[in-house]
Protein backbone atom coordinates (compact mmCIF):
# COMPACT_ATOMS: atom_id res chain seq x y z
CA UNK A 1 0.00 0.00 0.00
CA UNK A 2 1.02 4.13 -0.66
CA UNK A 3 2.11 5.90 1.63
CA UNK A 4 -1.54 7.96 0.56
CA UNK A 5 -2.79 4.71 0.86
CA UNK A 6 -2.01 4.72 4.07
CA UNK A 7 -2.93 8.10 4.98
CA UNK A 8 -6.24 7.76 3.43
CA UNK A 9 -6.92 4.41 5.45
CA UNK A 10 -5.87 6.58 8.68
CA UNK A 11 -8.36 8.89 7.74
CA UNK A 12 -11.39 6.87 6.99
CA UNK A 13 -10.94 4.30 9.66
CA UNK A 14 -13.11 4.84 12.72
CA UNK A 15 -11.83 6.58 15.76
CA UNK A 16 -10.76 4.28 18.15
CA UNK A 17 -13.65 4.96 21.34
CA UNK A 18 -11.04 4.10 24.16
CA UNK A 19 -8.42 6.27 22.85
CA UNK A 20 -11.26 9.50 22.06
CA UNK A 21 -12.73 9.02 25.44
CA UNK A 22 -8.96 9.10 27.18
CA UNK A 23 -8.52 12.22 25.49
CA UNK A 24 -11.53 13.29 26.57
CA UNK A 25 -10.59 12.76 29.90
CA UNK A 26 -7.75 14.30 30.06
CA UNK A 27 -9.04 17.55 28.24
CA UNK A 28 -11.44 17.51 31.04
CA UNK A 29 -8.89 17.03 33.82
CA UNK A 30 -6.63 20.15 32.31
CA UNK A 31 -9.57 22.33 32.27
CA UNK A 32 -10.24 21.76 36.02
CA UNK A 33 -7.01 23.01 36.70
CA UNK A 34 -8.09 26.67 35.36
CA UNK A 35 -10.51 28.08 37.65
CA UNK A 36 -11.92 30.79 34.99
CA UNK A 37 -12.62 27.57 32.10
CA UNK A 38 -15.40 27.69 30.33
CA UNK A 39 -16.59 24.46 32.17
CA UNK A 40 -19.69 24.36 34.39
CA UNK A 41 -18.72 22.04 37.53
CA UNK A 42 -19.73 21.35 40.84
CA UNK A 43 -16.79 20.30 43.36
CA UNK A 44 -17.47 19.06 46.90
CA UNK A 45 -14.64 18.92 49.04
CA UNK A 46 -14.14 17.76 52.71
CA UNK A 47 -11.78 18.92 54.64
CA UNK A 48 -10.27 17.31 58.26
CA UNK A 49 -8.35 19.42 60.15
CA UNK A 50 -7.20 18.71 63.96
CA UNK A 51 -4.86 20.69 67.03
CA UNK A 52 -7.75 23.91 67.51
CA UNK A 53 -7.15 25.78 70.64
CA UNK A 54 -6.07 24.31 74.50
CA UNK A 55 -8.82 21.14 73.82
CA UNK A 56 -7.15 20.00 70.74
CA UNK A 57 -10.56 20.24 68.40
CA UNK A 58 -11.67 18.89 64.99
CA UNK A 59 -12.90 20.13 62.11
CA UNK A 60 -14.61 18.97 59.42
CA UNK A 61 -15.31 21.15 56.42
CA UNK A 62 -17.59 20.51 53.21
CA UNK A 63 -17.17 23.29 50.78
CA UNK A 64 -19.91 22.98 47.85
CA UNK A 65 -18.33 24.82 45.39
CA UNK A 66 -20.02 25.91 42.08
CA UNK A 67 -18.91 27.05 38.93
CA UNK A 68 -20.65 28.45 35.98
CA UNK A 69 -19.15 30.22 33.30
CA UNK A 70 -21.45 32.61 31.38
CA UNK A 71 -20.83 33.79 27.92
CA UNK A 72 -21.50 37.84 27.41
CA UNK A 73 -19.90 37.94 23.85
CA UNK A 74 -17.76 36.23 21.58
CA UNK A 75 -14.82 37.70 23.55
CA UNK A 76 -15.61 37.81 27.16
CA UNK A 77 -16.84 34.99 29.80
CA UNK A 78 -17.81 35.97 33.28
CA UNK A 79 -17.41 33.48 35.38
CA UNK A 80 -19.35 32.10 38.66
CA UNK A 81 -17.76 30.62 41.56
CA UNK A 82 -19.56 30.04 44.94
CA UNK A 83 -18.10 28.77 48.12
CA UNK A 84 -20.65 27.04 51.05
CA UNK A 85 -19.53 25.77 53.54
CA UNK A 86 -21.01 23.13 55.65
CA UNK A 87 -18.84 22.40 59.04
CA UNK A 88 -19.07 19.66 61.48
CA UNK A 89 -16.34 20.88 64.64
CA UNK A 90 -15.37 20.22 68.29
CA UNK A 91 -13.57 22.19 70.92
CA UNK A 92 -12.18 24.89 68.30
CA UNK A 93 -12.34 27.12 71.31
CA UNK A 94 -11.42 25.68 74.25
CA UNK A 95 -14.21 23.10 75.50
CA UNK A 96 -17.46 24.62 72.99
CA UNK A 97 -19.00 21.72 72.33
CA UNK A 98 -19.96 20.72 68.66
CA UNK A 99 -21.34 23.36 66.36
CA UNK A 100 -23.38 21.78 62.71
CA UNK A 101 -23.92 23.89 60.17
CA UNK A 102 -23.64 26.66 57.65
CA UNK A 103 -20.46 29.01 57.24
CA UNK A 104 -20.02 32.28 55.45
CA UNK A 105 -20.84 31.82 51.91
CA UNK A 106 -17.96 33.62 49.46
CA UNK A 107 -18.64 34.36 45.80
CA UNK A 108 -16.53 35.53 43.10
CA UNK A 109 -17.40 36.73 39.87
CA UNK A 110 -14.70 36.32 36.92
CA UNK A 111 -14.55 38.84 33.92
CA UNK A 112 -12.57 36.74 31.83
CA UNK A 113 -11.35 36.77 28.20
CA UNK A 114 -12.60 33.81 25.97
CA UNK A 115 -9.48 33.13 24.68
CA UNK A 116 -5.96 33.13 26.11
CA UNK A 117 -3.58 36.32 25.25
CA UNK A 118 -0.79 36.64 22.85
CA UNK A 119 1.83 34.89 25.58
CA UNK A 120 -1.00 31.89 26.75
CA UNK A 121 -1.79 34.15 30.05
CA UNK A 122 -5.33 32.99 30.86
CA UNK A 123 -6.78 35.99 33.68
CA UNK A 124 -10.32 36.92 35.44
CA UNK A 125 -10.69 39.84 37.70
CA UNK A 126 -14.25 40.75 38.98
CA UNK A 127 -15.46 41.73 42.72
CA UNK A 128 -16.18 38.89 45.42
CA UNK A 129 -18.55 39.21 48.15
CA UNK A 130 -18.59 37.45 51.95
CA UNK A 131 -21.84 36.80 52.87
CA UNK A 132 -22.83 36.18 56.61
CA UNK A 133 -24.99 33.31 56.26
CA UNK A 134 -23.54 30.75 59.22
CA UNK A 135 -25.87 29.60 61.26
CA UNK A 136 -23.78 29.68 64.73
CA UNK A 137 -21.65 32.21 66.10
CA UNK A 138 -18.58 30.06 65.91
CA UNK A 139 -18.83 28.87 62.03
CA UNK A 140 -18.94 32.58 60.50
CA UNK A 141 -18.17 35.89 60.94
CA UNK A 142 -21.44 37.86 61.11
CA UNK A 143 -20.03 40.18 58.37
CA UNK A 144 -20.96 41.37 55.03
CA UNK A 145 -17.61 41.46 53.19
CA UNK A 146 -16.26 42.96 49.81
CA UNK A 147 -13.72 43.43 47.83
CA UNK A 148 -11.70 42.51 44.60
CA UNK A 149 -10.47 39.18 43.15
CA UNK A 150 -8.25 38.02 40.24
CA UNK A 151 -6.32 35.10 38.50
CA UNK A 152 -4.03 34.42 36.30
CA UNK A 153 -2.08 31.39 34.82
CA UNK A 154 -0.63 29.87 32.37
CA UNK A 155 -0.97 26.53 31.10
CA UNK A 156 1.70 24.75 28.68
CA UNK A 157 2.02 20.78 27.81
CA UNK A 158 0.52 18.98 30.44
CA UNK A 159 1.47 21.79 33.46
CA UNK A 160 -0.34 24.42 34.85
CA UNK A 161 0.83 27.23 36.68
CA UNK A 162 -1.18 29.94 38.00
CA UNK A 163 -2.08 32.04 41.17
CA UNK A 164 -5.51 33.23 42.61
CA UNK A 165 -5.73 35.39 45.34
CA UNK A 166 -8.92 38.40 46.91
CA UNK A 167 -9.10 40.61 49.67
CA UNK A 168 -12.16 40.92 51.79
CA UNK A 169 -12.98 43.83 54.01
CA UNK A 170 -15.96 43.90 56.34
CA UNK A 171 -18.84 46.78 54.92
CA UNK A 172 -21.75 45.50 57.33
CA UNK A 173 -22.95 42.89 59.87
CA UNK A 174 -22.93 42.66 63.99
CA UNK A 175 -20.88 45.70 65.73
CA UNK A 176 -19.60 43.20 68.44
CA UNK A 177 -17.73 41.12 65.93
CA UNK A 178 -14.44 41.35 64.96
CA UNK A 179 -13.96 43.32 61.60
CA UNK A 180 -13.55 41.61 58.30
CA UNK A 181 -9.84 42.35 56.93
CA UNK A 182 -8.13 39.44 55.28
CA UNK A 183 -5.68 38.57 52.20
CA UNK A 184 -5.98 35.20 50.52
CA UNK A 185 -3.29 34.05 48.01
CA UNK A 186 -3.69 30.79 46.59
CA UNK A 187 -0.48 29.57 44.17
CA UNK A 188 -0.90 26.15 42.20
CA UNK A 189 1.35 24.41 40.12
CA UNK A 190 -0.29 21.08 38.74
CA UNK A 191 0.29 18.31 36.24
CA UNK A 192 -2.13 16.26 34.17
CA UNK A 193 -1.01 12.78 32.74
CA UNK A 194 -2.54 11.52 29.33
CA UNK A 195 -4.56 9.21 31.50
CA UNK A 196 -6.35 12.06 32.91
CA UNK A 197 -4.47 12.02 36.33
CA UNK A 198 -3.78 15.58 37.65
CA UNK A 199 -1.11 16.03 40.51
CA UNK A 200 -1.28 19.81 42.06
CA UNK A 201 0.44 21.27 45.11
CA UNK A 202 -0.83 24.50 46.27
CA UNK A 203 -0.98 26.85 49.03
CA UNK A 204 -4.53 28.61 50.51
CA UNK A 205 -3.22 31.45 52.33
CA UNK A 206 -4.63 33.76 54.44
CA UNK A 207 -3.36 36.72 56.30
CA UNK A 208 -5.59 38.37 58.59
CA UNK A 209 -4.38 42.41 59.00
CA UNK A 210 -6.32 42.86 62.37
CA UNK A 211 -4.74 40.27 64.07
CA UNK A 212 -1.87 40.31 62.06
CA UNK A 213 -1.40 36.02 61.57
CA UNK A 214 -1.43 33.82 58.84
CA UNK A 215 -2.73 31.01 58.02
CA UNK A 216 -0.93 28.86 55.44
CA UNK A 217 -2.04 25.38 54.91
CA UNK A 218 0.41 23.53 52.26
CA UNK A 219 -1.37 20.79 50.09
CA UNK A 220 -1.05 17.85 48.03
CA UNK A 221 -3.85 16.38 45.63
CA UNK A 222 -4.03 13.73 43.26
CA UNK A 223 -7.21 13.76 40.97
CA UNK A 224 -8.57 11.22 38.41
CA UNK A 225 -11.42 11.85 35.74
CA UNK A 226 -13.93 9.22 35.51
CA UNK A 227 -16.74 8.51 33.67
CA UNK A 228 -20.01 6.90 35.67
CA UNK A 229 -22.70 6.01 32.81
CA UNK A 230 -22.49 9.20 31.01
CA UNK A 231 -21.31 11.49 33.87
CA UNK A 232 -17.85 12.51 34.03
CA UNK A 233 -16.46 12.98 37.29
CA UNK A 234 -13.24 13.88 39.12
CA UNK A 235 -12.65 11.92 42.11
CA UNK A 236 -9.50 13.55 44.36
CA UNK A 237 -7.61 12.99 47.99
CA UNK A 238 -4.84 14.83 49.43
CA UNK A 239 -3.57 15.70 52.26
CA UNK A 240 -1.83 18.72 53.75
CA UNK A 241 0.70 20.27 56.56
CA UNK A 242 -0.12 23.71 58.59
CA UNK A 243 3.18 25.49 58.34
CA UNK A 244 1.55 28.56 60.04
CA UNK A 245 -1.73 28.67 61.83
CA UNK A 246 -3.21 31.41 64.07
CA UNK A 247 -3.09 30.95 68.22
CA UNK A 248 -5.81 27.88 68.42
CA UNK A 249 -5.52 27.08 65.23
CA UNK A 250 -5.27 23.75 63.25
CA UNK A 251 -1.84 22.37 63.77
CA UNK A 252 0.03 19.34 62.04
CA UNK A 253 -1.56 17.42 58.73
CA UNK A 254 -4.89 17.42 57.61
CA UNK A 255 -6.67 15.58 55.11
CA UNK A 256 -8.41 16.50 51.83
CA UNK A 257 -10.88 13.99 49.94
CA UNK A 258 -14.19 14.81 47.83
CA UNK A 259 -15.09 14.59 43.68
CA UNK A 260 -16.48 17.11 41.07
CA UNK A 261 -19.58 16.75 38.60
CA UNK A 262 -18.54 17.75 35.42
CA UNK A 263 -20.73 19.15 32.37
CA UNK A 264 -19.02 20.09 29.76
CA UNK A 265 -20.72 22.50 27.01
Known amino acids: MTPAAYALAGVLAPADPARAQAAGAADLAKKLSNPVASLISVPIQ???????????????????????PITLSADWNLISRTILPVTWQEDIAGNSGVQFGLGDVVQSLFLSPAEPGSNGVIWGVGPVALLP??????????????????????QFGPWTLGFLGNHIWSVAGEGSRNDVNATF?????????????????????????????????????????VTVG??????????RYWAEAPAGGPEGLGLRIGLTFLFPR
Not at 54 to 66: E, Y
Not at 137 to 154: C, E, I, N, R
Open 46 to 68: TNYDQGFGPADGSRVLTNIQPVY
Open 230 to 239: AQPISLFAGA
Open 185 to 225: MQPFLSYTTPEAWTFTVNTETTYDWGSESWSVPLNAVVSKV
Open 133 to 154: TATDDLLGSGKFGLGPTAVALK
